[in-house]
């Protein structure tokens, strides 16, 4: 098949901008890249689908998302607000994830796979919590993504908050998800080892996952310092800090998502470095739960693989960029960053995260890269090239400008009607599951 007729952005390592250019695809994959011309006549037996005009950008990564979090959108909390960020998981993250049934793992993560389609967002890597209904829970969040057609990598997220069986349960949906995935070995479905925090895990925990992982071949996906509840509990209960417990734990690795890292220091940030440990940032979270600001810059510079992710906010990664790019600028005070951190966070860094999980290259339209793209219908103003791409992309394209998602070669919304599921008859069960389970809240 050829895809093409506009302004086209491979990005990766060759990274070409073509006025009018095309990509041909053959078996999920990008097969080659050229001019629309040339590969019309080239090819002029193949099927093909014209942009006609519009620009195409590989399809966008989020490197931390929360599926589950659906739900919560619209939902009032029950007496007084959360101060702080330990008051905002006990009253808010850990009341509503016990609440989950099989039915709205399900359909939250459909919730959340439709806004993904329509923000243009095809890969994903999601952290999953349901303790009163952990067995399966992975199987269900598969499911969805089958049926929504985009690539996803899967946990648990284990945690000894709600008692050792749940612990247990945890653990054993990890492995066994781990195992299902490793046999059924699919381009667009893979899993990883889950974890919740330092705090809420248990030594003995800790050492099971490290051994189990290990077996299995897994690194782990666990939030670290993302509230300062996480480094006073480490030193308290261990006389260490959190990242050096971890270390020492066996956790850390060059297959592990340190997810957030806010509260570390510089001994920590070397450790990160030394292990090969990759981290995710989430500014818009962050913000949100007012838990500070990550040192990005300094992990950047200091060589730390540090991608970007959502964490359940949205499946917007157009609005994450921003996000990023102006709390960058505000928190040094200096209108010149942003602009080189942003390309290596998310240009450079998402892929490599990704390509921890999957066989083929995502986040470009290379040659051997998954053909996974987006339309967007965006008539630039002013002219549009390679050297000023993300000034248009930070100032002015947004998720409302995504037209058509293509996964492997295949149409997950063609001109902005979402192909392969029914978003209105989910829309309208989610409502209905949603209202029963605020009332069970």
């Known amino acids: 098949?050829?895809?093409?007729?506009?302004?086209?952005?491979?990005?990766?390592?060759?990274?070409?901008?073509?006025?009018?250019?095309?990509?041909?695809?053959?078996?999920?994959?990008?097969?080659?890249?050229?001019?629309?011309?040339?590969?019309?006549?080239?090819?002029?037996?193949?099927?093909?689908?014209?942009?006609?005009?519009?620009?195409i950008i590989p399809g966008m990564t989020c490197a931390h998302h929360h599926f589950y979090s659906s739900f919560a959108r619209g939902m009032s909390l029950k007496g007084k607000s959360p101060r702080n960020f330990g008051e905002i998981l006990q009253d808010l993250w850990w009341s509503l994830d016990k609440k989950l049934t099989p039915e709205d793992i399900y359909f939250s993560a459909l919730v959340a796979l439709i806004d993904a389609i329509k923000c243009g967002t095809t890969s994903i890597l999601d952290h999953h919590a349901s303790p009163k209904s952990i067995k399966g829970s992975l199987r269900m969040i598969a499911q969805?993504?089958?049926k929504a057609g985009v690539r996803a990598c899967l946990c648990y997220e284990v945690s000894d908050r709600d008692g050792p069986q749940a612990a247990k349960e945890g653990l054993e949906e990890n492995a066994d998800f781990l195992r299902e995935t490793k046999i059924e070995d699919s381009d667009f479905l893979k899993a990883t080892f889950g974890l919740h925090a330092s705090f809420t895990l248990s030594q003995e925990t800790l050492i099971s996952a490290r051994d189990m992982a290990s077996a299995l071949g897994?690194?782990?996906h666990i939030h670290v310092a993302e509230g300062e509840e996480d480094q006073e509990d480490s030193l308290r209960s261990y006389g260490k800090r959190v990242i050096e417990?971890?270390?020492?734990?066996?956790?850390?690795?060059?297959?592990?998502?340190?997810?957030?890292?806010?509260h570390v220091d510089q001994r920590e940030i070397g450790i990160l470095k030394d292990t090969k440990t990759m981290v995710v940032h989430n500014p818009s979270s962050n913000?949100?739960?007012?838990?500070?600001?990550?040192?990005?810059?300094?992990?950047?510079?200091?060589?730390?693989?540090?991608?970007?992710?959502?964490?359940?906010?949205?499946?917007?990664?157009?609005q994450e960029l921003k996000t990023a790019f102006f709390l960058l600028k505000h928190q040094s005070r200096d209108p010149r960053k942003g602009w080189e951190e942003i390309q290596k966070i998310y240009f450079q860094n998402n892929p490599k995260i990704f390509a921890k999980f999957f066989p083929h290259p995502l986040g470009s339209l290379s040659p051997g890269s998954y053909a996974d793209m987006v339309v967007l219908d965006y008539d630039p103003p002013t002219p549009l090239n390679r050297e000023n791409f993300l000034g248009h992309l930070l100032f002015a394209i947004q998720s409302r400008n995504v037209r058509d998602v293509i996964v492997g070669?295949?149409?997950?919304?063609?001109?902005?009607?979402?192909?392969?599921?029914d978003e209105g008859e989910v829309l309208?069960?989610?409502?209905?599951?949603?209202?029963?389970?605020?009332?069970?809240f």
């Open 144 to 146: 969805a993504v089958k």
């Open 245 to 262: 417990r971890l270390r020492d734990s066996g956790i850390l690795g060059e297959k592990t998502l340190a997810i957030h890292c806010i």
């Open 428 to 440: 309208k069960e989610s409502r209905k599951l949603a209202l029963k389970l605020w009332e069970r």
């Open 409 to 421: 070669g295949n149409f997950l919304m063609r001109d902005r009607q979402i192909l392969t599921l």
């Open 218 to 220: 897994a690194g782990f």
């Open 1 to 55: 098949m050829l895809i093409g007729g506009g302004p086209l952005f491979t990005f990766g390592k060759e990274d070409i901008f073509l006025e009018n250019g095309g990509v041909r695809v053959e078996g999920g994959l990008v097969k080659e890249v050229d001019s629309w011309t040339s590969l019309r006549k080239k090819f002029p037996q193949e099927e093909f689908f014209d942009t006609q005009g519009g620009v």
């Open 287 to 318: 913000m949100n739960n007012a838990v500070g600001y990550a040192p990005v810059e300094e992990m950047i510079s200091r060589g730390i693989t540090c991608g970007l992710g959502t964490d359940g906010m949205s499946s917007d990664m157009f």
